[in-house]
């Protein structure tokens, strides 16, 4: 059984309830017949059955629960909640009634309020519209300050000596432009979590640099390889019992041969399985050459560091993309 099949196997053990935010969208109704159908996840719809069966005709939801916000008698209870969180902010309750019967936002509500395990969206919104409710009303994770995204990465059939556990976690390939040194420590951290969450491994965290062990500068103009360095030390003290060392070039992070050379003595040097790059740059450019050169399955990317879980998928998703993200939703959740 390949690792995608675990995750959704192991998802249909835990009988979570996820809501999908777009019943506009023909994608999205076909996944959650599909994932009902499997038994993969109780699925929400947030839609009308109208909408769906004009866009989507002939699909079974048969066991999918669909809400709509616009005649909801939950929507009340959800803008009383969106307005707790937002008053301090200068919203008022009449924006709090109105911005709850957006879609996106409605999900969330649901997800705040413990009516749903986890939350999708994204098929037909902008990462901006789709996150946005989730900073808002979920927000972060206790300790973690960032939210951020990693890719999963699943090798291609054959051995790959660099590879041996055939999967790779790679962060922060979507979300973070430019984080600063607090920010890639909290990506690091999020992403170990992930990789022994959902991938199933036990983390070897790379800090990536185009420097090893302070072989390469860059301090008189960036500091990248500073701000990676501190990254580093503030990851170790966040989570003193994970495997984690930096700054790191790839091959030295990959390579036993060139991680004994380049940083003789450390644990994870050769050994990495999760790679924490250092803007989003490199890891959006690390993570397409994986997959167009390697020949590696991105299933992502996977949000982390919010308080419950919540995730965005790509506009250019099909429906086996809705199902692997809502798969690694329901592993994600409590």
Excluded at 166 to 172: L, S, T
Excluded at 202 to 224: H, I, Q, Y
Excluded at 273 to 291: L, R, S
């Amino acid at each position: 059984m390949g690792l995608l099949e675990e995750i959704k196997a192991k998802a249909a053990a835990r009988k979570k309830t996820i809501v999908l935010c777009e019943g506009e969208d023909k994608r999205v109704v076909e996944a959650a017949a599909k994932i009902t159908k499997e038994g993969i996840a109780k699925i929400v719809l947030i839609g009308n059955k109208e909408e769906c069966v004009k866009v989507a005709p002939g699909v079974d939801l048969t066991g999918v629960t669909l809400i709509d916000p616009l005649t909801s008698d939950k929507t009340a209870k959800y803008a009383a909640i969106l307005y707790e969180a937002r008053k301090a902010k200068g919203m008022t309750e009449e924006q709090a009634a109105e911005q709850a019967k957006d879609r996106t936002m409605f999900g969330a509500l649901m997800l705040k309020a413990g009516d749903v395990d986890g939350y999708v969206s994204g098929a037909c919104h902008s990462t901006a519209n789709t996150l946005r409710p989730g900073l808002q009303v979920v927000k972060t994770a206790p300790g973690i300050k960032t939210v951020s995204s990693c890719f999963i990465m699943i090798a291609p059939e054959g051995e790959n000596k660099y590879n041996p556990d055939g999967v790779a976690v790679f962060a922060d390939c979507a979300i973070n432009i430019e984080p600063d040194a607090q920010q890639l420590a909290d990506i690091a951290v999020s992403s170990a979590k992930t990789a022994k969450d959902i991938a199933g491994i036990e983390p070897r965290v790379a800090m990536l640099s185009f420097s090893t062990k302070g072989s390469g500068n860059d301090d008189k103009f960036f500091k990248s390889v500073p701000k990676v360095q501190e990254a580093t030390a503030l990851a170790k003290a966040m989570a003193p019992d994970l495997a984690l060392d930096g700054e790191f070039q790839f091959d030295a992070a990959v390579a036993p041969e060139v991680g004994q050379l380049k940083a003789p003595g450390s644990k994870v040097a050769g050994h990495a399985n999760v790679f924490v790059f250092p803007n989003i740059n490199a890891g959006n450019i690390g993570y397409k050459i994986a997959q167009r050169f390697g020949g590696y399955m991105a299933i992502g990317p996977v949000c982390q560091g919010f308080a419950r879980p919540l995730n965005d998928l790509s506009r250019g998703c099909n429906v086996e993309d809705i199902v692997a993200t809502v798969a690694v939703t329901a592993l994600q959740a409590e």
